[in-house]
């Protein structure tokens, strides 16, 4: 049986949301910033789920169905212009995408 | 506080999260990021959200990686050099380490969200009820919302996914 209190799972899931940020931040692939993405919004789920849990209520659990759903329709839709972006230009590098730049 | 069994499993999905975040391969990082979803839903078990842990799996698990994967193995770009990194990017990631662990060490000194320990879990029929109940009626519209956000999603991947003349 597991049991934590909810600022261990508010900690944690900060500590997730953190490095789906830091591989945000650092990283060029885009395919890896993506990965990024879904990591903050999973660690979101995560606050989301323990609030709702520790208050008794499923208004928060609810909510986490929307964002599951929305999370998969932004990776399909992302992945789509990643696929786009990589037959029109050849890479995927979010450094050399700066056509926009000059 | 919390017991040894929280603690392998928050440790084995923040390892796995870097590991996503920081390996060099994109298939090991879709692989790692595999076994954090895992971890993420193990914590859902823990939270009493049976529901939402199958849903994680189900949807992450054997949706959002599989896409992942498809698309690595669709453009391959093994053998990118890896260019050096910027100052700006580094030093906007010590700034948010810095940040977090501040967050953190105020959350574990003066966090004040001790609320009581939560009461036995519904048992699983019926908190599948209370989730129908909830989505087809407070929640009525945003349901419908939702489903012409998958309807457009959808069109918008058919459209971006031709072939260009």
Redesign the interface.
């Known amino acids: 049986?597991?049991?934590?209190?909810?600022?261990?799972?508010?900690?944690?899931s900060?500590?997730?949301f953190?490095?789906?940020?830091?591989?945000v931040?650092?990283?060029?692939?885009a395919?890896?910033i993506?990965?990024?993405l879904?990591?903050m919004l999973?660690a979101a789920?995560?606050a989301l789920?323990?609030f709702?849990?520790?208050?008794?209520t499923?208004?928060g659990?609810?909510f986490?169905?929307?964002i599951?759903?929305?999370?998969?329709?932004?990776?399909?839709?992302g992945?789509?212009?990643?696929?786009?972006l990589?037959?029109?230009r050849g890479?995927?590098?979010v450094?050399e995408l700066d056509s926009l730049k000059n | 506080m919390f017991n040894a069994l929280f603690v392998f499993i928050a440790v084995f999905t923040v390892v796995c999260a870097l590991g996503a975040m920081l390996s060099r391969n994109t298939v090991d990082a879709a692989m790692c990021l595999l076994l954090c979803l895992a971890g993420v839903a193990g914590l859902f078990v823990a939270l009493h959200a049976f529901l939402l842990a199958f849903l994680l799996l189900l949807v992450y698990a054997g949706a959002v990686v599989t896409l992942f994967l498809f698309i690595i193995m669709l453009i391959d770009v093994r053998g990118a050099a890896v260019p050096p990194r910027r100052r700006i990017a580094t030093a906007a990631g010590a700034a948010a380490l810095v940040l977090v662990v501040a967050g953190l060490a105020s959350l574990a000194t003066r966090g004040r969200l001790s609320l009581p320990p939560p009461p036995p879990g519904l048992p699983v029929g019926e908190s599948l009820k209370a989730y129908a109940e909830l989505l087809f009626t407070t929640y009525l519209l945003p349901v419908q919302l939702i489903g012409f956000l998958l309807l457009i999603a959808m069109l918008g991947v058919i459209a971006l996914s031709r072939k260009a003349p």
Not at chain 1, 18 to 23: T, V
Not at chain 1, 25 to 29: D, S
Not at chain 1, 52 to 56: C, E, K, L, T, Y
Request: charged share 15%.
């Open positions: 049986m597991i049991t934590a209190s909810l600022n261990a799972y508010i900690g944690l900060a500590i997730l953190a490095i789906g940020f830091l591989g931040l650092l990283r060029r692939n395919l890896v993506f990965m990024g879904e990591l999973v789920t995560l789920v323990a709702s849990r520790f208050n008794a499923m208004d659990d609810v986490v169905f929307f599951l759903t929305v999370a998969a329709a932004e990776v399909a839709v992945l789509a212009i990643v696929v786009a990589f037959r029109r890479t995927i590098q450094d």
